[in-house]
T-cell receptor
Framework: QQQVKQSPQSLIVQKGGISIINCAYE??????FPWYQQFPGKGPALLIA?????SEKKEGRFTISFNKSAKQFSLHIMDSQPGDSATYFC?????????????FGQGTILTVHP | DAGITQSPRHKVTETGTPVTLRCHQT?????MYWYRQDPGHGLRLIHY???????DKGEVSDGYSVSRSKTEDFLLTLESATSSQTSVYFC???????????FGPGTRLTVL
């Protein structure tokens, strides 16, 4: 079964702190790992994504760390801000006849206190 | 929202009635997807399309059908709505099969 397990379900961080969300997958055919950010009443928006040929990708305050042997990847938000308060989803997919279908984690509600 | 519109944005209907949700894109992307979002489940794929008239089932396709007669429109139909189909439905589009997906604003459906 193509599962992606995400933890924690919720996370509270103080302004300026580091937020860390973890995901684990089972299907070794997965080769694309995006993270989505969703604000209430809006659709998910791509935040950052990684492919397994690199172990880390950084875009501004957001970093994905990828561990292929452990089948795990994580999102780190540095210098967390109240505006980062949202729900975050990890996901995974693979190409070919899978047509890029995304399998999502269960989501993490992040609250950043001022 | 990356040139994606969904209609209606909100709908309340009764059990047993048919419901059609529409996703419209202006990007001319080949791939389109329908997901449902429920608390504790993240987003789950219902159906997807990899071209006009080319569609296939996703993880939670029971009770749903789709049609794509032109590139820009992807319709999701609940043949006979049930309370378990109360959810928020998102359409997504992608230029390639294993690349970034752009999501629409969603449709909140309540089945009484």
């Amino acid at each position: 079964q193509q599962q992606v397990k995400q933890s924690p379900q919720s996370l509270i961080v103080q302004k300026g702190g580091i937020s860390i969300i973890n995901c684990a997958y089972e299907n070794t055919a997965f080769d694309y790992f995006p993270w989505y950010q969703q604000f209430p009443g809006k659709g998910p928006a791509l935040l950052i994504a990684i492919r397994p040929d690199v172990s880390e990708k950084k875009e501004g305050r957001f970093t994905i760390s990828f561990n292929k042997s452990a089948k795990q990847f994580s999102l780190h938000i540095m210098d967390s801000q109240p505006g980062d308060s949202a729900t975050y989803f990890c996901a995974a997919s693979h190409g070919g006849t899978s047509y890029g279908k995304l399998t999502f984690g269960q989501g993490t509600i992040l609250t950043v206190h001022p | 929202d990356a040139g994606i519109t969904q209609s209606p944005r909100h709908k309340v209907t009764e059990t047993g009635t048919p419901v059609t949700l529409r996703c419209h894109q202006t990007e001319n992307h080949r791939y389109m997807y329908w997901y449902r979002q429920d608390p504790g489940h993240g987003l789950r794929l219902i159906h997807y399309s990899y071209g006009v008239k080319d569609t296939d089932k996703g993880e939670v396709s029971d009770g749903y059908s789709v049609s794509r007669s032109k590139t820009e429109d992807f319709l999701l139909t609940l043949e006979s709505a049930t309370s378990s189909q109360t959810s928020v439905y998102f359409c997504a589009i992608s230029p390639g099969g294993n690349n970034e997906q752009f999501f629409g604003p969603g449709t909140r459906l309540t089945v009484l």
